[in-house]
């Protein structure tokens, strides 16, 4: 569980054992071996709190990891969410592959990896595909299944390639024939590249182990190094041209940081980077061979996870569960066992594939928590009591994380899932795979409803041994996700956990069960069905040093955290807690103040002196309200501490990680801190017991002294020292050196420049602990006086600057700034300035006065203007200013007001609120205005008028005194709202009269009565609520009663109403005299015709009349629209009439046992029938023929207790005293048919008799009772005496409690004890001999006869005895004994023994022998495949061993063999073909088509021997020689040999085992000779060693066994014996070995342990020296000499190098290219600028034929003597010695058309002279000689320069030209 990551919460185990306290007991599940976890029973006081009760269970809790809680019986929490409404969003889980499924690996990144290792190691490219059973097979799977099984020799071992072509495929079934393809395959294309790999591993895990600076890496390795590392260009000092040439470099993934290239490893696909340190888990050195990032391991498609699903309610979840079920275990009732032992086997791939769904990780936030929460609605089937009372239940999941004593109360973020509940909806096998919590927390889950959960812990003190397991068990799945564990999508069978020493502990949570998981404790498990459970963590206080192990972890790992550890601690002890977790407190922060203390002085050691505390948090008391920054390495939260650097300035890292930052010097970086060392450690003190921290504090003054801090608190002072200007000094010596510093800054004259340097310098020891207080308190010296001079000197500027420009008025200084800034007792510092202030102040409180008396007394306006521009000019901003300000406005605005009042003519403008407002204004004003008095008359007014309109308001207001009242008010100005409330009430009154009379108007011509109604009653209530009486009103009464009337007599004709209310309206008519309208004369009519039904009905009533006349009384109803009084009696006696014939009619036309399938009817219903005829208020028929029915039914009941009675008293009656024979079988008998006889005269009836079921179990009884008394007389078998007693088991207890049912069933249960003690009738179980005789004792208390049981029993006993006498016989004799005599006493006895000693003495030597057997079967099964006959087969191994030591033995001198060294066939008719070599035979059968020419018929040369020629034996043929293959190995015969020691009978097998070890021995002898021969072995001859080597594999490939230790050691022997041939090949072939060739094979030889003392080795060692001397001197003195050496010494040099016995390409060429001269010089290609005779091709220097000047287009050379050509001047060249001969002088190469001019060269006009080039060589003869010398051929052999070299030297030209 955590903040942003899905985390199950969940935690399982099985079994529940009953009891009180904790129970642990052995489950029996699949998982043989798991213990039930304990399971705790609190009282309802333990109850009460639940961090106090798992404090006391822990001690024996947390061994276990996890356990099980049941609450008391009165927990019963309602269910908070609606289960019909309830939504929730499902994750698919594919189950089958939770443990068996390949890694995601990426199939390019293997085919990358693997094409490498072929071209690099096997010098050959993979193209073609792979193909099994007719498909493509995926190599990258296989690769990685093979890897999962431990590879191929464990999986050939083990025989396990089922499993894995189930892994690589998903087909169920394989044949023997594709596991052997599959095996070959992999061995073919893939073992190989295995054991690379392995190689590549075991050298990481010894670099791992050794020292880093005591690694040396190989060649490759370096090479491979070079590709992944970045280097670093410059140092630090230039680190703007590092950030700038790095913006195009590589840059970490993780970091988001170019720096620090050297620690840069990039993908070796991708291409991307990595810092070592930045990996998740870090790298300590770069890993050897080729290297990948996990996105290109892992493929995107491939990956393993929960997918998200869709949305399900509860019911149709239920549904899919329902379904998953049936189909797993169709309609059957499993075991929980079972259902466990299911769900492993699909985890384990072998009951095929099953995908469920999980709701899990539910926020209980966003879907709601099963528990009661304060703000959640109260389900009407909940008590509101109950509800409120679960809601603050500590037990309430919403409410644990922070109850007291939690250290998680201060977490004011909702983690969801550590503070806020998660919900999980599971179904059957829904999982929840291996974890841990997150940061090791404490973990509970409450299992709501359902089914149950199955849960596996493993304690916390076993997690690295259960890591270690997971990672030994999937190494494939580890290695392409190394966080898998974090990822809760892999299961592991804790049976294998149980094998590996890991103990398993289960627990089984049944609904309303918590079940908690203890710190570090690794648990998983799955649901046996569909439930709900809810989950969330927490943390006492015993959780703390798991939490910082935790904390820990994650640092190591790069894993973000959820929340800062440290964090936790400081506000935990800041908030206070209880006195239980002192010590848990007081250790963690002791180890992180130790730490704290460790880095940040480890920071000022190496040049870290800056630092800054960091901005307190907003709510310090509260953990996560505000995010604190991590760290870019390991992503740590940096609470207490972090280091930055201005390179980068929102990169932060941690104290441990400050090196990877960036590049920048050390006292460029800057320690960022919350608190300092000295509050740390007062925080520690706090939780110390008789903490005195407050007292500390008040007692430390402010002192000097640095020893006083140092003296308080002992062993905290620091003792740092470092060099500074290259003396020692340790950090308190400059503390007190700043410090003394620091006093003289304060005493002198303040220097701005001199503080800042001072508080600059203090940074290093702010952050120390108390011994650095002083510094603190000087620090807050020299901050506070600085910042009081600064404010000084700012104000008298501000000041001084005022005075210069007054008109400058927002930066003025208040007066309180001035006078706080003076209000100082003691001056903080030096400031010569001061009393210019002072005097400033002086002024400004003199004008403040003045101000003051101006307001206080009434004064002209023109004096207070007057007052306010002198205080706006002042330089001082003065706060009176404002409210002088403020009266001279409001004087002007209530002046301004005033005047419009008074002007206003016009009526009701002015609302009296302003005027009030107005005069309310003046009484505030401290100045006299004319207006005021004006102001006083009209308001007098105005308040008469309103005295004068409440009077009025107050009494009853008749209409025409308001009209004349509101005519004389119409003069008024102002608005008085009395005034108008008047006006509107006459209003109203006129528009309530106007209404009326438009009402009553047209009256009379309606009908509408309703409306009508409705009209007056509304005229009428608003009438009422007129303020002003109107005339009108008794009018609109009695109108509206009339109309009242009418509307009843209408409603009384249109729907039927009762009598008296159609008399009430007749009545009310003849009041109001309105009786006579037509609507009342039809009211009379109707009242008439009811009157006289109703006398009629009565009369019916009455007399109890017959049915058909209540039938007619009903139908003259229908007709009267009157609610008539009599109607529901008439109608109520009719219903229930024909209520009752319609149930009589069941019970008329019933017919007895006619139909069987219909229901019986009840007898009582049936008496029911007849007795209500007796409330019946009409006569029906049919009642007599009901009488007769009861009669009979009666009669049968009565017989049928008879007979029960009869049963009753033949039960009680029996005592043990009488005797049971064929008299009481009579008896029953008769009785049982009787019973019988009236059960089917009762099942004829087809009545629900209550005597049926009772007649019916009295049979069963009597029938019991006769099958018991019939096992008297004959032996009844055991399967129906467990019948007979499981059928006593469902007796009526009436029954079995009687005294003949338990005679029989004690005669019973002792025949069965007795059948289960009999060997020939139960195989099963055997029992003792004492317990067969103790059986036929107890048969004398048995009153039961059983004569026949008995003598079975004796007869037993006998042949027991007898059997047991042949034993003691047989095992008398001496050891040795016949095998088939064994045999025989095993069949005898278990056909008639009791259990004894002599019995498991024979089984345990039978045993012995077949487990001897079948250890045999299992070593020869690989080899001979189904064995038919182990003796066959063991004879062909000891023939084999006699071939292979006749061939060892005929090596001595004996000459040829005359038969076939591959077989024993020495006869028969097929042909045989004798090698040329070695003239031995072979058959074409064994050894395939001859090797020799198609001339030679019978004579061909054997591969053995073309190896020991060539030295280099086929793959596959070595493969078949030196591998174990199928062959078993010697050591299994040994082993054979020693388990027979103890074994009594003798057997063939074993003589021929015994001679087998004898062979095999004497074999090892000879290869131990051979191998010690040729190691030994020197010389340059190998034909001395060759035969050794061709006798060892001759013998080898007929041997039938497999000797590991020999062929090991003969494989080593081949290995150095194919070096030295092919050694002796390179030397000796046509063809020059090159370098490389030559150190490969001394690499090879070294590597085999091939010294100097070899022939052979010294001899390459020499070559190798001198090709090394003369390639030394060729490419560094001659190729690159500018043509300094003589080419006679270059000539000389080639001849040297092709008489090497070695062959070097590249350096003969770089030397022939040197002889080839140029020029008319005869120098080499010295890159200086030439150009090229366009006719003869000729390269000539610029400088040699003195050419200056830009080229033309066209170039002839002088020797040319063109006749249109250039003239050039050509200075006398002087040659030193001759540069070319006629025999072997140096080729010139030919110039290329496309760029012939070489060097600097500019674009001229062609208006030159022309100047004839004969007469200049005519000037210069010596030239002309030379030239003539030096010239030629036209052929060119070579070509000196490419086209692109040459187009860039003539751009270079080009743009010298320019330039000149």
Not at 1234 to 1245: C, N
């Given at each position: 569980?955590?903040?942003?990551?899905?985390?199950?919460?969940?935690?399982g185990?099985?079994?529940?054992?009953?009891?009180?306290?904790?129970?642990a007991?052995?489950?029996?599940?699949?998982?043989?071996?798991?213990?039930?976890?304990?399971?705790?029973?609190?009282?309802?006081?333990e109850?009460?709190?639940?961090?106090a009760?798992?404090y006391?269970?822990?001690?024996?809790?947390?061994p276990?990891?996890?356990?099980?809680?049941?609450?008391?019986?009165s927990?019963?929490?309602?269910?908070?969410?609606?289960?019909?409404?309830f939504?929730?969003?499902?994750?698919?889980?594919?189950?089958?592959?939770?443990?068996?499924?390949?890694?995601?690996?990426?199939?390019?990144?293997?085919?990358?990896?693997?094409?490498?290792f072929?071209?690099s190691?096997?010098?050959?490219?993979?193209?073609r595909?792979v193909?099994?059973?007719?498909?493509?097979?995926d190599?990258?799977?296989l690769?990685?299944?093979?890897?999962?099984?431990?590879?191929y020799?464990?999986?050939?071992?083990g025989?396990?390639?089922?499993?894995?072509?189930?892994?690589?495929?998903?087909?169920?079934?394989?044949?023997?024939?594709?596991k052997?393809?599959?095996?070959?395959?992999?061995?073919?294309?893939?073992?190989?590249?295995?054991?690379?790999?392995?190689?590549l591993?075991?050298?990481?895990?010894?670099?791992?182990?050794?020292?880093?600076?005591?690694?040396r890496?190989?060649?490759?390795?370096?090479?491979?190094a070079?590709?992944?590392?970045?280097?670093?260009?410059?140092?630090?000092?230039?680190?703007?041209?590092?950030?700038?040439?790095?913006?195009?470099?590589?840059?970490?993934?993780?970091c988001?940081?170019?720096?620090?290239?050297?620690?840069?490893?990039?993908c070796?696909?991708?291409?991307?980077?990595w810092?070592?340190?930045?990996?998740?888990?870090?790298?300590?050195s770069?890993?050897?061979?080729?290297?990948?990032c996990?996105?290109?391991?892992?493929?995107?498609?491939?990956?393993?996870?929960?997918?998200?699903g869709?949305?399900?309610?509860?019911?149709?979840?239920?549904?899919?569960?329902?379904?998953?079920?049936?189909?797993?275990?169709?309609?059957?009732?499993?075991?929980?066992?079972?259902?466990e032992?299911q769900f492993?086997e699909?985890?384990?791939?072998?009951?095929?594939?099953l995908?469920?769904?999980?709701?899990?990780?539910?926020d209980?936030?966003?879907?709601?928590?099963?528990?009661?929460?304060?703000?959640?609605?109260?389900?009407?089937?909940?008590?509101p009591?109950?509800?409120?009372?679960?809601?603050?239940?500590?037990?309430n999941?919403n409410n644990l994380?922070?109850?007291?004593?939690?250290?998680?109360r201060?977490?004011?973020?909702?983690?969801?899932?550590?503070?806020?509940?998660?919900?999980?909806?599971?179904?059957?096998?829904?999982?929840?795979?291996?974890h841990?919590?997150?940061?090791?927390?404490?973990?509970?889950?409450?299992?709501?409803?359902?089914?149950?959960?199955?849960?596996?812990g493993?304690?916390?003190?076993?997690?690295n041994a259960?890591?270690?397991?997971?990672?030994?068990?999937?190494?494939?799945?580890?290695?392409?996700?190394p966080?898998?564990?974090?990822q809760?999508?892999?299961?592991?069978?804790?049976?294998?956990?149980?094998?590996?020493?890991?103990?398993?502990?289960?627990?089984?949570?049944?609904?309303?069960?918590?079940?908690?998981?203890?710190?570090?404790?690794?648990?998983?498990?799955?649901?046996?069905?569909?439930?709900?459970?809810?989950?969330?963590?927490f943390?006492?206080?015993?959780?703390?040093?798991?939490?910082?192990?935790?904390?820990?972890?994650?640092?190591?790992y790069?894993?973000?955290?959820?929340?800062?550890?440290?964090?936790?601690?400081?506000?935990?002890?800041?908030?206070?807690?209880?006195?239980?977790?002192?010590?848990?407190?007081?250790?963690?922060?002791?180890?992180?103040?130790?730490?704290?203390?460790?880095c940040?002085?480890?920071l000022?050691?190496?040049?870290?002196?800056?630092?800054?505390?960091?901005?307190p948090?907003?709510?310090?008391?509260?953990?996560?309200?505000?995010?604190d920054?991590?760290?870019?390495?390991?992503?740590?939260?940096?609470?207490?501490?972090?280091?930055?650097?201005?390179?980068?300035?929102?990169?932060?890292?941690?104290?441990e990680?400050?090196?990877?930052l960036?590049?920048?010097?050390?006292?460029?970086?800057?320690?960022?801190?919350?608190?300092?060392?000295?509050?740390?450690g007062?925080?520690i003190?706090?939780?110390?017991?008789?903490?005195?921290?407050?007292?500390?504090?008040?007692?430390?003054?402010?002192?000097?002294?640095?020893?006083?801090?140092?003296?308080?608190?002992?062993?905290r002072?620091?003792?740092?020292?470092?060099?500074v200007?290259?003396?020692?000094?340790?950090?308190?010596q400059?503390?007190?050196?700043?410090?003394?510093?620091?006093?003289?800054?304060l005493?002198?004259?303040?220097?701005?420049?001199?503080?800042?340097?001072?508080?600059?310098?203090?940074?290093q020891?702010?952050?120390?602990?108390?011994?650095?207080?002083p510094?603190?308190?000087?620090?807050?010296?020299?901050?506070e006086?600085?910042?009081?001079?600064?404010?000084?000197?700012?104000?008298?500027?501000?000041?001084?600057?005022l005075?210069?420009?007054?008109?400058?008025h927002?930066?003025k200084?208040?007066?309180?700034?001035?006078?706080?800034?003076?209000?100082?007792?003691?001056?903080?510092?030096?400031?010569?300035?001061?009393?210019?202030?002072?005097a400033?102040?002086?002024?400004?409180?003199?004008?403040?006065?003045?101000?003051?008396?101006?307001?206080s007394?009434?004064?002209?306006?023109?004096?207070?203007?007057?007052?306010?521009?002198?205080a706006?000019?002042?330089?001082?901003?003065?706060?009176i200013?404002?409210?002088?300000?403020?009266?001279?406005?409001?004087?002007?605005?209530?002046?301004?007001?005033?005047?419009?009042?008074?002007?206003e003519?016009?009526?009701?403008?002015?609302?009296?609120?302003?005027?009030?407002?107005?005069k309310?204004?003046?009484?505030?004003?401290?100045?006299?205005?004319?207006?005021?008095?004006?102001?006083?008359?009209?308001?007098?007014?105005?308040e008469?008028?309103?005295?004068?309109?409440?009077?009025?308001?107050?009494?009853?207001?008749?209409?025409?005194?308001?009209?004349?009242f509101?005519?004389?008010?119409?003069?008024?100005?102002?608005?008085?709202?009395?005034?108008?409330?008047?006006?509107?009430?006459?209003?109203?009154?006129?528009?309530?009269?106007?209404?009326?009379q438009?009402?009553?108007?047209?009256?009379?011509?309606?009908?509408?009565?309703g409306?009508?109604?409705?009209?007056?009653?509304?005229?009428?209530?608003?009438?009422?609520?007129?303020?002003?009486?109107v005339?009108e009103?008794p009018?609109?009464?009695?109108?509206?009663k009339?109309?009242?009337?009418?509307?009843?007599?209408?409603?009384a004709?249109?729907?039927?109403?009762?009598l008296?209310?159609?008399?009430?309206?007749?009545?009310e008519?003849?009041?109001?005299?309105?009786e006579?309208?037509?609507?009342?004369?039809?009211?009379?009519?109707?009242l008439?015709?009811?009157?006289?039904w109703?006398?009629?009905?009565?009369?019916a009533l009455?007399?109890?009349?017959?049915?058909?006349?209540?039938?007619?009384?009903?139908?003259?109803?229908d007709?009267?629209?009157?609610?008539?009084?009599?109607?529901?009696?008439?109608?109520?006696?009719?219903?229930?009439?024909?209520?009752?014939?319609?149930?009589?009619?069941?019970?008329?036309k019933?017919a007895p046992?006619?139909?069987?399938?219909?229901?019986?009817?009840r007898v009582?219903?049936?008496k029911?029938?007849?007795?209500?005829?007796?409330?019946?208020k009409?006569?029906?028929?049919?009642?007599?023929?009901?009488?007769?029915?009861?009669?009979?039914?009666?009669?049968?009941?009565?017989?049928?207790?008879c007979?029960?009675?009869?049963?009753?008293?033949?039960?009680?009656?029996?005592?043990?005293?009488?005797?049971?024979?064929?008299?009481?079988?009579?008896?029953?008998?008769?009785?049982?048919r009787?019973?019988?006889?009236?059960?089917?005269?009762?099942?004829?009836?087809c009545?629900?008799?209550?005597?049926?079921?009772?007649?019916?179990?009295?049979?069963?009884?009597?029938?019991?009772?006769?099958?018991?008394?019939?096992?008297c007389?004959?032996?009844?078998?055991l399967?129906?005496?467990?019948?007979?007693l499981?059928?006593?088991?469902h007796l009526?207890?009436?029954?079995l409690?009687?005294?003949?049912?338990?005679?029989?069933?004690?005669?019973?249960?002792?025949?069965?004890?007795?059948?289960?003690?009999?060997?020939?009738?139960?195989?099963?179980?055997?029992?003792?001999?004492?317990?067969?005789?103790?059986?036929?004792?107890?048969?004398q208390e048995?009153?039961?006869?059983?004569?026949?049981?008995?003598?079975?029993?004796?007869?037993?006993?006998?042949?027991?005895e007898?059997w047991?006498?042949?034993?003691?016989?047989?095992?008398?004799?001496?050891?040795?004994?016949?095998?088939?005599?064994?045999?025989?006493?095993?069949e005898?006895?278990e056909?008639?023994?009791?259990?004894?000693?002599?019995?498991?003495?024979?089984?345990?030597?039978?045993?012995?022998v077949?487990?001897?057997?079948?250890?045999?079967h299992?070593?020869?099964?690989?080899?001979?495949?189904?064995?038919?006959?182990?003796?066959?087969?063991?004879?062909q191994?000891?023939?084999?061993?006699?071939?292979?030591?006749?061939?060892y033995?005929d090596?001595?001198?004996?000459?040829?063999?005359?038969?076939?060294?591959?077989?024993?066939?020495?006869?028969?008719?097929?042909?045989?073909?004798?090698?040329?070599?070695?003239n031995?035979?072979?058959?074409?059968?064994?050894?395939?088509?001859?090797?020799a020419?198609?001339?030679?018929?019978?004579e061909?040369?054997?591969?053995?021997?073309?190896?020991?020629?060539?030295?280099?034996?086929?793959?596959?043929?070595?493969?078949?020689?030196?591998?174990?293959g199928?062959?078993?190995?010697?050591?299994?015969?040994?082993?054979?040999?020693?388990?027979?020691?103890?074994?009594?009978?003798?057997?063939?097998?074993l003589?021929?085992?015994?001679r087998?070890?004898?062979?095999?021995?004497?074999?090892?002898?000879?290869v131990?000779?051979?191998?010690?021969?040729?190691?030994?072995?020197?010389?340059?001859?190998?034909?001395?060693?060759s035969?050794?080597?061709?006798?060892?594999?001759?013998?080898i490939?007929?041997?039938?066994?497999?000797?590991?230790?020999?062929?090991?050691?003969?494989?080593?022997?081949?290995?150095?014996?194919?070096?030295?041939?092919?050694?002796?090949?390179l030397?000796?072939g046509s063809?020059?070995?090159v370098?490389s060739?030559?150190?490969?094979?001394m690499?090879?030889?070294t590597?085999?342990?091939?010294?100097?003392?070899?022939?052979?080795?010294?001899?390459?060692?020499?070559?190798?020296?001198i090709?090394l001397?003369?390639?030394d001197?060729?490419?560094k003195?001659?190729?690159?000499?500018?043509?300094k050496?003589?080419?006679?010494?270059?000539?000389?040099?080639?001849?040297?190098?092709?008489h090497?016995p070695?062959?070097f390409?590249?350096e003969l060429?770089?030397?022939?290219?040197?002889?080839?001269?140029?020029?008319?010089?005869?120098?080499?290609?010295?890159?200086?600028?030439?150009?090229?005779?366009?006719?003869c091709?000729?390269?000539?220097?610029?400088?040699?034929?003195?050419?200056?000047?830009p080229?033309?287009?066209?170039?002839?050379?002088?020797?040319?003597?063109?006749?249109?050509?250039?003239?050039?001047?050509?200075?006398?060249?002087?040659?030193?010695?001759?540069?070319?001969?006629?025999e072997?002088?140096?080729?010139?190469?030919?110039?290329?058309?496309?760029?012939?001019?070489?060097?600097?060269?500019?674009?001229?006009?062609h208006s030159?002279d022309?100047?004839?080039?004969?007469?200049?060589?005519?000037?210069?003869n010596?030239?002309?000689?030379?030239?003539?010398?030096?010239?030629?051929?036209?052929?060119?052999?070579?070509?000196?320069?490419?086209?692109?070299?040459?187009?860039?030297?003539?751009?270079?030209?080009?743009?010298?030209?320019a330039?000149?």
């Open positions: 569980m955590g903040k942003g990551r899905p985390r199950a919460v969940e935690k185990a099985l079994g529940h054992a009953p009891g009180g306290g904790a129970t007991s052995s489950v029996s599940t699949y998982s043989s071996g798991v213990v039930e976890a304990p399971v705790y029973y609190p009282t309802e006081e109850f009460v709190d639940p961090l009760f798992i006391k269970i822990r001690p024996q809790a947390e276990f990891g996890i356990c099980r809680i049941v609450p008391p019986r927990w019963n929490p309602p269910f908070a969410l609606d289960r019909s409404a939504t929730f969003p499902t994750k698919s889980q594919d189950i089958h592959l939770l443990q068996a499924r390949p890694p995601s690996c990426d199939p390019d990144t293997f085919r990358l990896e693997y094409g490498r072929l071209e190691h096997l010098g050959k490219r993979s193209t595909r193909v099994f059973e007719g498909e493509d097979l190599l990258c799977r690769f990685n299944a093979v890897k999962r099984y431990g590879g020799d464990k999986v050939c071992a025989k396990l390639w089922a499993d894995v072509a189930r892994f690589i495929r998903s087909a169920s079934k394989i044949s023997e024939c594709a052997h393809v599959l095996c070959q395959i992999y061995r073919e294309h893939l073992y190989d590249f295995e054991e690379y790999n392995s190689r591993n075991r050298g990481i895990r010894k670099n791992r182990s050794s020292k880093p600076s005591m690694v890496k190989t060649l490759a390795q370096q090479e491979a070079g590709r992944k590392r970045r280097k670093r260009g410059v140092g630090c000092d230039r680190l703007k041209e590092v950030v700038k040439e790095e913006e195009l470099d590589q840059i970490c993934e993780q988001k940081s170019g720096l620090h290239g050297e620690f840069m490893l990039l070796d696909r991708c291409d991307k980077g810092h070592l340190y930045c990996l998740s888990p870090p790298l300590q770069i890993p050897p061979g080729n290297w990948y996990l996105e290109c391991v892992n493929s995107d498609k491939d990956i393993f996870g929960f997918v998200p869709k949305l399900y309610t509860v019911d149709a979840f239920r549904l899919i569960d329902d379904r998953m079920k049936r189909k797993w275990f169709g309609q059957t009732i499993v075991s929980r066992v079972q259902m032992k492993w699909i985890v384990e791939g072998r009951a095929g594939e995908e469920v769904m999980y709701g899990n990780d539910l209980t936030s966003l879907y709601g928590s099963g528990f009661p929460r304060p703000n959640d609605p109260i389900p009407s089937s909940a008590d009591s109950t509800w409120n009372q679960y809601i603050s239940s500590p037990w999941l994380p922070k109850l007291p004593g939690s250290m998680l201060s977490v004011r973020e909702n983690i969801a899932g550590v503070m806020v509940p998660w919900l999980y909806i599971g179904m059957l096998f829904s999982s929840f795979c291996w841990v919590e997150d940061h090791c927390f404490y973990s509970i889950n409450y299992l709501h409803w359902g089914e149950p959960k199955c849960w596996y493993v304690p916390g003190n076993k997690a259960f890591e270690e397991v997971m990672r030994k068990a999937l190494p494939d799945l580890f290695e392409a996700q966080d898998l564990l974090f809760l999508v892999t299961m592991l069978n804790p049976s294998i956990l149980l094998e590996n020493g890991v103990q398993v502990y289960g627990v089984l949570q049944e609904p309303g069960n918590f079940v908690i998981t203890f710190p570090r404790s690794f648990h998983g498990g799955f649901n046996f069905g569909l439930n709900c459970a809810e989950a969330v963590n943390a006492p206080a015993d959780w703390l040093p798991h939490g910082g192990i935790g904390s820990e972890l994650y640092r190591l790069h894993k973000a955290a959820v929340l800062s550890h440290e964090e936790l601690l400081c506000v935990a002890i800041k908030n206070g807690c209880d006195a239980k977790a002192f010590s848990y407190l007081k250790e963690e922060m002791q180890r992180v103040f130790d730490r704290e203390k460790k940040r002085e480890e000022w050691v190496n040049g870290i002196v800056r630092s800054l505390q960091m901005h948090k907003k709510h310090p008391h509260y953990v996560g309200t505000e995010e920054p991590t760290c870019v390495i390991c992503r740590q939260y940096l609470y207490l501490s972090a280091v930055s650097c201005s390179c980068r300035s929102s990169t932060f890292v941690c104290l990680h400050w090196e990877h960036c590049e920048c010097k050390s006292n460029k970086l800057r320690l960022l801190y919350r608190h300092t060392l000295a509050e740390l007062d925080l003190d706090m939780v110390s017991p008789n903490s005195k921290i407050s007292n500390v504090v008040e007692m430390l003054p402010l002192s000097d002294d640095f020893s006083q801090g140092s003296k308080s608190y002992p062993g002072s620091s003792a740092m020292t470092k060099k200007k290259g003396c020692e000094i340790s950090y308190l400059l503390a007190e050196d700043w410090f003394s510093r620091s006093c003289h800054i005493e002198s004259p303040f220097s701005d420049s001199n503080y800042n340097s001072s508080l600059t310098e203090a940074e020891f702010l952050w120390a602990d108390h011994d650095m207080d510094v603190r308190d000087m620090t807050f010296k020299l901050i006086a600085q910042r009081w001079a600064l404010n000084v000197n700012s104000c008298l500027f501000k000041v001084e600057s005075e210069q420009s007054p008109q400058n927002k930066e200084v208040t007066l309180s700034e001035l006078e706080n800034l003076l209000s100082v007792q003691i001056l903080p510092c030096c400031l010569p300035d001061l009393h210019k202030l002072k400033v102040v002086g002024d400004a409180q003199t004008l403040v006065t003045e101000i003051q008396h101006a307001l007394s009434s004064s002209s306006i023109g004096t207070l203007q007057m007052l306010y521009s002198k706006t000019n002042f330089p001082v901003s003065l706060q200013v404002d409210r002088l300000s403020l009266e001279i406005s409001s004087a002007k605005n209530w002046l301004e007001n005033a005047h419009l009042c008074l002007k003519k016009r009526s009701d403008v002015i609302n009296i609120d302003i005027l009030n407002k107005i309310l204004e003046m009484l505030d004003l401290h100045v006299n205005f004319p207006e005021m008095d004006m102001l006083s008359r009209l308001c007098e007014e105005v008469s008028w309103r005295i004068r309109c409440k009077y009025m308001l107050r009494g009853y207001i008749r209409m025409k005194e308001l009209k004349d509101l005519m004389s008010s119409d003069h008024l100005t102002v608005s008085i709202p009395e005034l108008d409330l008047l006006r509107k009430y006459s209003s109203d009154a006129r528009s309530w009269v106007c209404h009326l438009g009402v009553l108007q047209n009256l009379d011509k309606r009908e509408d009565y409306n009508i109604v409705i009209e007056l009653s509304c005229i009428l209530k608003s009438g009422y609520l007129l303020h002003v009486q005339d009103l009018l609109v009464v009695a109108e509206l009339r109309s009242i009337c009418r509307k009843n007599a209408s409603k004709l249109s729907a039927p109403m009762p008296g209310f159609l008399q009430h309206i007749l009545y008519a003849s009041k109001l005299e309105i006579n309208e037509q609507v009342f004369v039809n009211v009379s009519k109707m008439t015709k009811a009157i006289a109703e006398e009629g009905a009565k009369s009455e007399h109890v009349a017959h049915i058909s006349v209540f039938e007619k009384i009903l139908r003259d109803s007709s009267i629209l009157v609610g008539l009084p009599s109607f529901p009696n008439i109608r109520d006696a009719v219903s229930m009439a024909k209520m009752w014939i319609s149930r009589s009619q069941l019970f008329l019933h046992n006619v139909n069987t399938s219909e229901p019986l009817l009582d219903d049936l029911d029938l007849v007795t209500q005829t007796k409330h019946l009409v006569t029906v028929d049919a009642t007599d023929k009901l009488q007769s029915i009861v009669a009979e039914v009666e009669g049968w009941e009565q017989d049928s207790c007979l029960l009675g009869n049963v009753k008293s033949l039960f009680d009656t029996y005592h043990s005293t009488s005797t049971i024979d064929n008299h009481l079988s009579t008896k029953i008998e008769q009785l049982l009787k019973i019988e006889s009236s059960i089917e005269v009762g099942d004829y009836l009545y629900n008799f209550k005597e049926l079921p009772n007649l019916k179990t009295a049979a069963m009884s009597l029938q019991w009772c006769l099958t018991a008394i019939s096992f007389y004959r032996i009844p078998l399967e129906d005496v467990d019948r007979l499981d059928e006593a088991n009526p207890i009436i029954f409690d009687s005294h003949l049912v338990q005679l029989l069933n004690v005669g019973v249960n002792w025949l069965r004890k007795t059948l289960c003690t009999l060997p020939e009738l139960n195989s099963t179980k055997r029992c003792k001999l004492k317990d067969v005789e103790l059986v036929l004792d107890e048969f048995v009153i039961v006869p059983y004569p026949m049981m008995v003598t079975q029993i004796q007869d037993a006993i006998q042949k027991h007898s047991v006498g042949q034993v003691h016989a047989y095992f008398s004799l001496p050891k040795g004994q016949p095998w088939l005599s064994l045999l025989k006493l095993k005898d006895g056909a008639a023994a009791f259990m004894c000693y002599e019995l498991d003495k024979v089984a345990s030597e039978v045993e012995k077949e487990n001897w057997l079948s250890q045999c299992a070593i020869l099964e690989p080899l001979f495949g189904n064995l038919g006959s182990l003796t066959s087969g063991l004879v191994i000891k023939d084999s061993l006699d071939r292979a030591l006749r061939i033995r090596s001595k001198g004996q000459g040829a063999r005359g038969f076939c060294v591959c077989c024993p066939n020495y006869g028969g008719n097929e042909e045989v073909y004798t090698c040329l070599i070695c031995d035979r072979y058959h074409f059968s064994c050894v395939g088509p001859p090797l020419n198609a001339s030679m018929t019978n061909y040369a054997c591969p053995l021997c073309v190896y020991v020629e060539n030295g280099a034996l086929p793959r596959n043929e070595s493969q078949l020689l030196f591998s174990k199928n062959r078993p190995e010697v050591k299994s015969f040994f082993e054979l040999v020693s388990a027979a020691s103890d074994i009594f009978a003798r057997i063939e097998e003589n021929l085992v015994e087998i070890v004898e062979r095999a021995c004497e074999c090892k002898s000879f131990s000779e051979i191998v010690k021969s040729i190691t030994s072995h020197y010389e340059k001859d190998l034909s001395s060693i035969e050794s080597i061709l006798i060892a594999l001759k013998a490939s007929v041997t039938g066994i497999y000797d590991h230790q020999g062929c090991c050691d003969l494989e080593s022997v081949l290995t150095r014996y194919s070096w030295k041939v092919r050694v002796r090949k030397l000796t063809k020059k070995p370098l060739q030559l150190q490969r094979v690499k090879e030889g590597a085999m342990g091939i010294t100097s003392k070899d022939h052979l080795m010294r001899e390459i060692t020499d070559m190798k020296q090709s001397q003369w390639v001197i060729a490419r003195q001659v190729a690159s000499d500018s043509g050496l003589a080419l006679s010494e270059v000539y000389k040099l080639i001849i040297e190098g092709e090497l070695l062959h390409e590249k060429k770089l030397l022939r290219e040197r002889t080839l001269l140029y020029c008319i010089c005869r120098m080499p290609n010295d890159q200086r600028a030439m150009i090229a005779c366009d006719q091709d000729e390269w000539y220097h610029f400088e040699c034929i003195n050419l200056h000047e080229p033309p287009k066209t170039f002839y050379c002088p020797a040319c003597q063109p006749t249109n050509g250039v003239a050039v001047s050509l200075p006398y060249v002087i040659c030193s010695e001759e540069r070319s001969n006629n072997g002088g140096p080729n010139t190469p030919a110039c290329h058309r496309e760029s012939k001019h070489i060097g600097s060269r500019t674009n001229y006009g030159q022309a100047v004839e080039l004969l007469d200049v060589l005519r000037s210069h010596g030239v002309h000689q030379l030239w003539r010398e030096n010239r030629r051929p036209l052929h060119r052999t070579t070509r000196r320069r490419g086209m692109q070299l040459e187009r860039e030297e003539a751009q270079k030209g080009r743009e010298g030209g330039i000149g």
